[in-house]
């Protein structure tokens, strides 16, 4: 089970961390994502770590502004949010592969939390 934590409101140019916490598995035989899913839109990816490594991608709207990373030790993903745009807001879901490699399609992914709200505005 995964459980995302860490939403909020935050006006523009904030920032906010989010939390994946798994239970019952160990995380970092993952690849972990995230994903948001705004108002009326597609799910869409926005960041992955590999378990292989501990390779990092972003998707391009986000690169520079989140970094997403993983204490073992705490068996948890953590997504760190800068500058946040009001285009930001959406339900931020975390998602684990059993693939050792990064991946950006939904399909790929096993196990998913249940979400937690991102609303960035003044």
């Known amino acids: 089970q995964l459980q995302a934590s860490g939403g909020g409101l935050v006006q523009p140019g904030g920032s906010l961390r989010l939390s994946c916490a798994a239970s019952g598995f160990t995380l970092d035989y993952y690849a972990i994502g995230w994903f948001r899913q705004a108002p009326g839109k597609e799910r869409e990816w926005v960041s992955c770590?590999?378990?292989?490594?501990?390779?990092?991608y972003n998707f391009d709207f986000v690169k520079g502004r989140f970094t997403i990373s993983r204490d073992n030790a705490k068996n948890t993903v953590y997504l760190q949010m800068n500058s946040l745009k009001p285009e930001d807001t959406a339900v931020y879901y975390c998602a684990a592969s059993g693939q050792e490699y990064c991946s950006s399609l939904v399909g790929e992914y096993d196990y998913w939390g249940q979400g937690t709200l991102v609303t960035v505005s003044s």
């Open positions: 770590i590999s378990s292989s490594d501990g390779s990092t």
